[in-house]
């Protein structure tokens, strides 16, 4: 058409533009859209304008969406539900409440009434940015408006719920679908079973999973494998080991193959009983089976080599080894004193460079765990925390203000936490006996967990603070956090320096 002199058209520049943005060449999208608009000054209609304004949203071009909005409002166009839901969206993923209000401040005035698809596209916005207070209020607002929600909205927030951990809302959420006996396929229902399992709803699980079971019942979908792995992770996050197991078993007789999470999630229950052989046996049978461990897999089997004993330990590393023979020969160097610092560096580099990044934190939380429940060579744990250290992966446990320093164990495991504070410690003394200054309060944060099957890293660490005598006591204000003062542990510091020259 350009070669033959053919001027282009709204239609032609419309479908172009269109074409670019569900291909996702957004680029494209706006370079048709700048040369049809300043180039061959053809108007652009309703269609266009929708168009643009999601691929600028989509190269979070903020400024420039809101210009072309109100460039196109003044021009005299009507925008569609299609624009308020980019709109929307937009907003809602930048937590922008005001921004939110102005999208229904614009739909009121031309008239437009918000559908489901803009309250939707507002939910799983909110969702992506953790504002659950907002999101149960547009839930409710929603209703109020005589809006009814289908099953993406109530997917959106069951999951907005979940993450929360909102309890409360998870149950009236609950309670009311069960009310306007609302819609509901897989993916809804799985994840009403990934949420119960976020906020320990048992009960509430195991009714909607027996309903999906019930072949008389019509108004759920059949469980399939992520039904499966989602109660098998609740029977596993409630240290229902062995409900867990018969669930998986059930699932095997079904036909219903379990993917890796489910492989993943039942071996880590294992280990946290203590089942080591029966989380070797299920691992085994796995491979049998074609299948192919993942990052996180090979995390969960370092896990079970943490909790395990010398013999269990020897049985899990023969199978890690057929699926991971770095992992493997890591944890032979970090037991072996003759091995110097720099191969262990070298070694541990290998593993973490090759691993995904999400796992490498996971994968240093448990070779520390190792290191320390094992006997490994008393540097080995230090080692791997520096190193980790040096990758970024400890980088925000540590806040030090002029009146307060504070250490946040909460991302870490029980043995990586005691050596993350031992280092601490360590930086305090050095810090002291250079007669630098220090701060006047010092506060250990290491939360309160809601599960029962949880290691109990409050516990434990609280235990660690005992057999080291270290002048640190539990706040009575927060759970899970621990305090101390500078003249305390300058008191300890100076007691220890005393003892430590009376036994040389």
Known sequence: MLDAGVPLDNITYSTLIT??????????????????YAADGVLPDEVTYSAVLDVYAQLGMKEEVLALFDRARGSGWKPDHVAFAVLAKMFGEAGDYDGIQFVFKEMREVGIKPNIFVYNALLEALGKTGKPGLARNLFEEMIDQGVEPNARTL????????????????????????????????ILCNTLLSMCADVGLVAEAEQLFNEMKDPECRDVPKPDKWSYTAM????????????ALQLFAEMLKGGIEPNIMSYTIVIQCLGKARRIQQAVEVLESGLEKGLKPDDRLCGCL????ALSSGEEMEMVLSSLEK??????????????????????????KSVLNSAAPEVRRPYCNCLIDVCRNHGFPP??????????????LYSKLQSRKDEEWSLDLRSLSVGAAKTAFDDWMQTVSERWAQQKDLPESFSVYTGSSTHKFAQGLASAFAAHLDQMAVPFHASESQAGSFISSRDDLVSWLQMSRSSAVVAG
């Not at 074409?19 to 049809?36: D, G, I, L, P, S």
């Not at 370092?302 to 080599?305: A, G, H, P, Q, T």
């Not at 540097?379 to 970024?392: D, P």
Request: proline share 1%; charged share 30%.
């Open 19 to 36: 074409a670019a943005r569900r291909c996702r060449q957004f680029a494209k999208a706006v370079e048709w859209f700048e040369r049809m």
């Open 155 to 186: 997917t959106a927030l069951a999951k907005i719920y979940g993450r929360a951990r909102w309890g409360r809302d998870a149950l009236q959420l609950w309670d009311k679908m069960r009310e306007l006996k609302l819609p509901a396929d897989s």
């Open 323 to 348: 699926v991971n023979q770095n992992l493997v020969k890591l944890i032979r160097v970090l037991g072996d004193a003759q091995v110097g610092g720099d191969d262990i560096t070298e070694e541990l």
């Open 232 to 243: 098998i992770n609740i029977y596993g996050s409630n240290g229902d080991t062995d409900s």
């Open 302 to 305: 370092l896990s079970v080599i």
């Open 379 to 392: 540097q080995r744990a230090r080692e791997v925390f520096h190193l980790a250290q040096t990758y970024g």
